[in-house]
């Protein structure tokens, strides 16, 4: 019977782990000769990033560093920052072997506090968030047709994305900018860098993905504080399989490492600052095609022994991107607001989930400044803007997934009185959004020569009384009938009875 089988394979991804660990944050350093005494902490912040994930066996390791930056003013009310490097590497028993899955890791920071133990040593409390999902491909072969007259098969097809291969590459990126107008400076005060994929396309059995990493500078140039942003394009070749013309791509890309560092002329100033970075590129490949299916068989001549499987399915039916705006103040008593020096945000998202015909996200919004107030002193202060928002969608039935993804597009704010900063922020969801069914597919026919069948062989025809919204399927299958030479005899097209119907059954 096998040669008489049309198999295909349909590949899924099925979570295996999913695993959240902390690292904690505790260390102690002294500020380098060039930087003057710290007589106030404003504030310190964090940004953890992976720099290498394996696995062996039933073992997780995980390296990374979180960059600590720290805020402070000097006697002379100056404002100054220095970057720590914390490094860290986490090691986790799972429990299974996970070592061929596909690994992916992320990690955020829980919280950090700091504080100046004397006027050259800073004393850093934290933790952080790293949370690790292992995916395993499984591949499973179900019957898509059968080259034999005596098995009556019901077929069906199941719409699928389904995933191909993946593959991950680091690169490293080395260049020097220029701050623009040949404009100097005196140190950084602060740098933050981002990165995204503009272009993922299969050519010649590869992936090329092409971006762009930007990067924005804080810097000082002698009281003031000025920005810097440059953009640093990247493309890279990734081996990975692609099975045929009709399948298609997506990729991402995260920083795992950023360095940036002026690069001080003999009169102490800079105008060029180096930048080097490790970007770590994904890309999957995956086809959006109908798979055959049997959904159910049986012999009409004789025994059968039928093996079925539930598979559960994915389609990809919409790549969504929704924006949002979201307004907020910040209010202080204890500080009379003369000028802003710096600011920036984190944006967190806590919770996703499908609720009625939308996407339900929900996160905070940190926003962060530097201000002086009218006696010049230096000070700090921030707020957590709450935002919940739904993204709309069209009104389906069935059960769907989604994997929102939350950014920044732009963020402006006001001085509206010396208490008072009004801030506007535009954000955008964008996410993926899978149909997911569940079929229950034939995977193996067996036929039982030696077995005859259950039919009424002693009988050429059976009157048979059939109720409406019976199928003639199952009616066809009790008696061991073709469903074609039923609908033929009786004079029937429909596949379902749309009413109370007196039926010839042919044996």
């Known amino acids: 019977m096998e040669k008489n089988l049309v198999k295909s394979t ?33 504030k310190c912040r964090a940004v953890p990033r992976i720099c ?36 860290f590497s986490k090691t986790k028993d799972v429990g299974q072997n996970i070592e061929e899955d596909r690994l992916i890791v992320k990690t955020k920071c829980d919280y950090i506090n700091c504080r100046a133990v004397s006027g050259r040593k800073i004393d850093i409390h934290g933790a952080v968030k790293i949370t690790i999902t292992a995916s395993r491909r499984n591949s499973i072969e179900v019957i898509s047709d059968i080259d034999d007259d005596s098995i009556e098969v019901l077929k069906g097809v199941s719409p699928a994305t389904t995933p191909s291969d993946y593959a991950e ?79 298609e791509c997506s990729g991402e890309v995260g920083i795992c490492a950023l360095e940036i560092a002026p690069k001080t002329d003999d009169d102490g100033e800079f105008r060029v600052f180096s930048v080097m970075a490790k970007l770590l590129l994904t890309a999957e490949t995956y086809c959006k095609n109908d798979i055959p299916v049997i959904l159910d068989a049986y012999s009409k001549k004789c025994g059968a022994e039928i093996t079925k499987t539930p598979v559960k399915l994915k389609k990809l039916v919409d790549t969504i991107s929704d924006g949002f705006t979201l307004k907020d103040e910040i209010k202080t008593a204890d500080y009379s607001i003369q000028r802003i020096i710096d600011n920036w945000y984190d944006v967190r998202l806590s919770e996703s989930k499908i609720a009625g015909n939308g996407i339900k996200v929900s996160g905070e919004l940190l926003l962060s400044f530097i201000i002086k107030d009218e006696d010049e002193n230096v000070s700090y202060i921030e707020k957590k803007a709450d935002f919940e928002h739904t993204v709309p969608l069209a009104e389906k039935d069935g059960e769907f997934s989604a994997d929102p993804k939350i950014m920044v597009k732009s963020l402006g704010y006001t001085l509206v009185d010396a208490n008072t900063i009004e801030v506007r922020a535009e954000l955008l969801v964008k996410t993926p959004l899978y ?33 409406s919204g019976e199928k003639l399927w199952d009616i066809g299958r009790r008696y061991l009938s073709a469903v074609e030479d039923i609908k033929k005899i009786n004079g029937i097209e429909e596949d379902t009875l749309s009413k109370d119907t007196t039926l010839l059954i042919p044996n």
Request: net charge negative.
């Open 169 to 247: 590459k680091s690169i490293t990126i080395e260049e020097d900018c220029e701050l623009s107008g040949g404009e100097s400076g005196n140190s950084i005060l602060r740098y933050d860098g981002d990165a995204y994929i503009k272009e993922c396309k299969i050519l010649s059995g590869k992936v090329i993905l092409k971006g762009d990493m930007t990067v924005f500078v804080r810097y000082l140039k002698d009281s003031s504080v000025n920005t810097m942003k440059s953009v640093i394009p990247f493309s890279q070749v990734l081996d990975i399989k692609t099975p045929g013309d009709a399948c």
């Open 52 to 87: 290498l994930k394996s696995a062996s066996a039933k073992t997780v390791t995980v390296d990374g560093n979180v960059s600590v930056t720290v805020f402070y003013s000097d006697e002379d009310g100056g404002i100054f920052s220095y970057e720590y490097s914390y490094p």
């Open 435 to 467: 149909e997911i069914t569940e079929i229950t597919a034939v995977t193996d026919i067996k036929i039982c020569d030696d077995q005859a069948s259950n039919g009424n062989s002693d009988t050429a025809m059976v009157v048979y009384f059939g109720q």
């Open 10 to 42: 349909i590949n899924t991804y099925e979570t295996v782990l999913c695993e959240q660990l902390e690292q904690a944050i505790d260390g102690e350093f002294s500020l380098p000769d060039f930087c003057p005494d710290a007589v106030r902490i404003l």
